[in-house]
């Protein structure tokens, strides 16, 4: 009896992981208007210890007053400038859902 126990949770482990496995990743933005709002909030940063071409994925939600909430980067060395300039700057845009992480694709150009 507890053989066939082991061997159902096992099936069930492994049809769960593997539903979560094929799951939808973080959408990423692409559209237009909220990119050159976050161009116009990024203007002015201080890119000094930046000695390469590089992009950098911003993990973010808008929370319910339309805000922006920074999750995460994948930047050691622009992950606090991208927070301090990004996080709860009003964000004007019909598209997208509050509560929901997106994914900012950055390019920093030298």
């Not at 939808?24 to 890119?47: R, T, Y």
């Not at 996080?87 to 997106?102: D, F, H, I, P, R």
Request: no cysteine.
């Amino acid at each position: 009896m507890n053989i066939r126990k082991s061997w159902l949770f096992s099936f069930l482990l492994v049809a769960f992981l593997a539903t979560t496995a094929f799951s939808n990743p973080n959408p990423v933005l692409n559209s237009k208007s909220v990119s050159k709002q976050f161009v116009k909030m990024l203007k002015g940063i201080n890119l000094d210890n930046i000695e390469t071409d590089k992009t950098i994925f911003v993990d973010f939600m808008i929370n319910d007053k339309s805000e922006v909430i920074v999750l995460s980067t994948n930047s050691n060395e622009l992950d606090v400038a991208l927070k301090a300039r990004l996080n709860y700057k009003k964000l004007v845009t019909s598209e997208m859902k509050a509560y929901t992480t997106y994914t900012l694709p950055i390019s920093i150009k030298k």
